[in-house]
C-alpha cells in the first residue's frame, strides 16, 4: 500500500485464464482484467479506502465474486512545519496537509528533549495545533505527522524549534533589611529552572538608575554595603 497505489493479491486458481478486478462497491464492470493472481491499483487518492472483489475466468466461465478486501491507501507526511505564535506559555504549531483529505488525523507533539523521550501529544484534523502550559525561558522541540484510516502513522514532517520567552518575576519582596544591607526574595512564576534574573537597587524611583546591579540563577539576593538610614527602591 502506497499513498496513492495498492496491490491487491489473491490466491491463484488452476486452469484460470484471466482474473477479473471490481469495485466492491458497484461490481458491475471490471476495472482490471490481469493474467496473474494480482494487480497494482495506480492513481488513487491519499488515506482514502477502497474496496475490491474478484473473479476468475476458466475457459469461458466466470466465477461468483470473492469476498470483498478493504484497505486505506497511506497518508502523506505533513509539510512545510512552522512555529506560529509562541507566549510565555504557549507555542502554536502549524503544517501543511500535503494533499491529505479532510478528516485525516493529525499527530503534533512537543517536548523539551531533543529525542522526545517525554513529548506531550495534540491529536487533530486540522493544521495547526496548540499547546499550552509550558514553561518560560524554555527550548521546545516540535514535529507532526498523520495517520491514515487504518491507524497506520506516517514517518514525522521535520522537527522544528523554538523558545519561550521568560516571564516576568512575581511577589518580589525585602526579606531582611539591616544598618547597610537589604535582601530581596522573588517568585520564578512560569520560568525554567536555570533562568538568569536581574535585580537591582536604587535611590532614586527612576528605571535604569540603579546603584546596584546582581545578576545570577539565585532567587534570594543580597545588596551590602548601602548607607544606613536611606530609602532604596528595588
Known sequence: VGVSSISWIWDPVPGASSYNVYPASNPATPIATVGTPGWIETGLSTNTSYGRVATVTV????SPLSNSATVYTLAATPSTTTVGQVTTVSIKLGWNANQNPAGTLFQAEVSLPLDFSSASSSFTTGVSADFAGLLSNATYYLRVNAQNGD???TPFDVTVTTRTPAATPVNGLFSTVSTNTLSMVWGTSTNNGGTVYQAEISTISAIGAST???VGTSVDITFTALVPNT????
Do not use: D, L
Request: net charge negative; proline share 0%.
Open 151 to 153: 491507524i497506520i502513522t
Open 59 to 62: 475457459g469461458i466461465v466466470e
Open 212 to 214: 546596584q546591579t546582581i
Open 231 to 234: 530609602t532604596y527602591y528595588a
